[in-house]
């Protein structure tokens, strides 16, 4: 894992178990982005100068205040040239926000001023797919305004944060560990976000699965299939089933009215579909 020092902003190869902060934020595009080939090939007054390189500069600033030597930032830590790094980028990315001591969300259309719930319901970090386990994944996540404001964090804002993502409170505060949840529900929540590229709708779910598999950018919607085939092999929960019009569901959208489905346990499933006289309850999921 490659790691930026929050003090010289110069890159650094962890080689051993190192306190970090994480950036979750939106991209800009990539041209205006500080990527690794800028810190280690650009010289410094011309990559500063990019629109990117404000919001690395402010996150530095926040971990080095709150104590941290290092913070990982996607889009200047990865070598996004190699196709192997990025593989393992993207299928230990939960696992790095997880393990990160605080995520920074920064929000550059927000103002401390504003009217919170609306601004926050309304910006378009909620909307994106990779934002779904940067929310989820690490215990402590603090929000930023386009100042830099520190506007709140996960658990203060665990009530606006259910009614605009649709996950449950008791996850958000961590009370309770997303797995715990069924496949349909967890799908749910990417039900309405959307990705850049249709592969990384599936690729963006992995780590809230328990999922690695290759990465194979050009497979386009074959991706969320093999992701649902990948969760079947390590999962018999049946609300993978419940969107209802076939076996496979091509997108997450279809999982949109899934909450609250509930899964049971595969033998009590198997044992009460035979019994004489079921009617399934309505919460039920069962494949059809």
């Not at 290092?70 to 790094?85: L, N």
């Not at 009530?159 to 997303?178: F, M």
Request: with cysteine; glycine share 4%.
């Amino acid at each position: 894992m490659r790691l930026l020092n929050t003090d010289t902003l110069k890159l650094e190869t962890s080689t051993g178990v190192q306190p970090y902060a994480i950036l979750s934020h939106r991209w800009l595009k990539d041209n205006e982005e500080v990527s690794f080939q800028d810190l280690q090939h650009t010289p410094e007054p011309i990559y500063q100068s990019k629109n990117g390189f404000a919001k690395i500069r402010g996150a530095c600033d926040q971990a080095f205040r709150a104590g941290l030597k290092y913070i990982w930032i996607d889009t200047c830590c990865i070598d996004k040239t190699s196709s192997a790094e990025l593989s393992e980028a993207i299928n230990s990315m939960y696992a790095w926000y997880q393990d990160s001591a605080a995520c920074y969300v920064y929000l550059p259309k927000v103002d401390a001023n504003m009217d919170l719930p609306s601004a926050l319901e309304n910006d378009e970090w909620f909307q994106r797919g990779w934002t779904l386990q940067e929310l989820i994944a690490p215990d402590i996540v603090y929000f930023f305004d386009e100042n830099w404001n520190k506007i709140g964090s996960k658990t203060t804002f665990a009530s606006i944060l259910h009614e605009i993502t649709g996950i449950r409170k008791d996850i958000l505060i961590g009370k309770s560990h997303p797995r715990t949840t069924s496949i349909a529900e967890r799908m749910s929540w990417a039900a309405k976000r959307k990705t850049q590229k249709v592969e990384d709708r599936a690729y963006s779910l992995m780590g809230l699965f328990d999922i690695h598999m290759p990465i194979i950018y050009g497979e386009g919607e074959k991706a969320f299939k093999r992701l649902q085939l990948e969760i079947m092999k390590l999962s018999d929960d049946q609300t993978i089933f419940a969107w209802h019009r076939g076996v496979l569901a091509p997108t997450p959208e279809f999982f949109s009215q899934a909450d609250p489905l509930v899964a049971m346990d595969h033998s009590f499933f198997i044992d009460t579909l035979t019994a004489e006289n079921f009617i399934p309850p309505s919460n039920w999921a069962i494949p059809s």
